[in-house]
């Protein structure tokens, strides 16, 4: 319910630079995720966010009003992290009220609340348990709840999935949606995990170094990387990059790969090198086509298999569905890839062309 701004904010410890001049605008009610490795400056930007860490330049606004200097407790927001913070000693009714109670909210309202939230958290079938005895799963669902049922303006939730296991986190990427669609907050959610800022984000601004390097709704990130960075990061497996070089051909452009071949016509303005680049999941067996690399590997996983593929020094993937017959290891895979899907990047800045 609150739109932020990020206007050249940057953050300093000592020499070394955690963010530099990042320029973001989150719009009331939307649900972004910062996206990144590890130390690429997410916390840093969240925590300024939150008021926990003062910027050492450039500015944050809330809904226009400037709040460098504000502190946490004044600006709205609901935080949770990778690690807990949970009252054990109290019950999981008791966990959820305390922050309603703090706001002096009365009786039957809490109970409501608590009600609404336990319910949209499947947390109701242990309201009285004591939350010491939980487990890791219920805890971080449980931080969550606690967060949300105070309805902060502005919800922050820095990895809070990145303790629980595999199954539950799928699980929890649905709920922290819906809870999100339901109660209308500006939402940013740290992660370093593609997957779960593809799921759930409004748009993903994708960080590096310090730097902000994009920002774009899942299926732009995911179509039109700005550089080979996110398309590397952006997918699992993530973009196909082979080294090439642009050459005339009786065809028209193409981009020669040397042991792979060459890639279909292209439309590019300028020759040298440059990264060729694919989805794995785009690839088309064919026959006929220019590009031909030998099977390393092959894993079926369920539905989908992921063929490792190798020429000279190039590494790809293709990921096809379970039905496709393939060559087996060691043997010469042909495809295609349309036109439409090729993506080239400057070999020297590595930034889409
Ligand atoms: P992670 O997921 O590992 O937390 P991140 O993207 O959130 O990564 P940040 O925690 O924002 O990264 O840290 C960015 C960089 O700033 C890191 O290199 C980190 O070591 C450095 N850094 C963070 N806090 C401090 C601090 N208080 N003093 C010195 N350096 C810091």
């Known amino acids: 319910m609150t739109e932020i701004v990020m206007q050249n904010l940057g953050r300093d410890f000592g020499d070394f630079t955690a963010l530099a001049d990042m320029n973001l605008t989150i719009g009331d009610g939307e649900f972004v995720a910062l996206l990144g490795p590890s130390g690429c400056g997410k916390s840093t930007t969240m925590n300024m966010i939150a008021g926990m860490l003062e910027p050492t330049s450039g500015e944050i606004r809330f809904d226009g009003r400037r709040m460098n200097g504000v502190p946490m407790a004044r600006r709205g927001v609901g935080f949770v992290f990778q690690n807990y913070a949970i009252f054990t000693h ?29 319910e949209l958290l499947q947390l109701t079938p242990m309201l009285d348990r004591r939350a010491a005895g939980l487990s890791v799963n219920i805890l971080q669902r449980l931080a969550i709840g606690r967060s949300a049922v105070v309805e902060p303006a502005i919800f922050l939730l820095d990895e809070p999935l990145s303790n629980v296991d595999a199954a539950f986190r799928a699980t929890m990427r649905g709920e922290l949606k819906s809870l999100q669609r339901q109660f ?170």
Request: charge should be negative; aromatic fraction near 6%; hydrophobic fraction near 45%.
């Open 90 to 118: 109290m019950s999981v009714r008791e966990n959820l009220a305390y922050g309603l109670k703090a706001q002096g909210v009365s009786r039957s309202e809490q109970a409501r609340r608590v009600g609404d939230i336990a």
């Open 184 to 353: 209308r907050q500006t939402m940013v959610y740290v992660t370093h995990d593609q997957l779960e800022a593809m799921t759930m984000a409004d748009r993903i601004a994708v960080m590096d170094h310090g730097k902000l390097l994009q920002v774009g709704t899942p299926l732009e990130v995911y179509n039109n990387p700005v550089d080979t960075f996110v398309a590397r990061f952006i997918g699992a497996p993530g973009m196909n990059l082979l080294r090439g070089r642009v050459t005339g051909a009786d065809t028209g452009t193409v981009i020669d790969l040397g042991a792979a071949g060459h890639s279909g016509p292209v439309t590019v303005a300028q020759g040298g090198e440059v990264w060729f680049g694919f989805r794995p999941e785009l690839v088309q067996p064919d026959a006929a086509g220019p590009l031909a690399m030998q099977v390393s590997m092959i894993e079926r996983i369920g539905a989908r298999i992921i063929l490792h593929l190798a020429a000279g020094d190039h590494l790809a993937k293709a990921v096809l569905d379970s039905e496709t017959p393939v060559p087996a290891q060691g043997e010469t895979f042909r495809f295609s890839v349309p036109q439409t899907e090729i993506r080239l990047f400057d070999a020297q800045t590595e930034r889409a062309l």
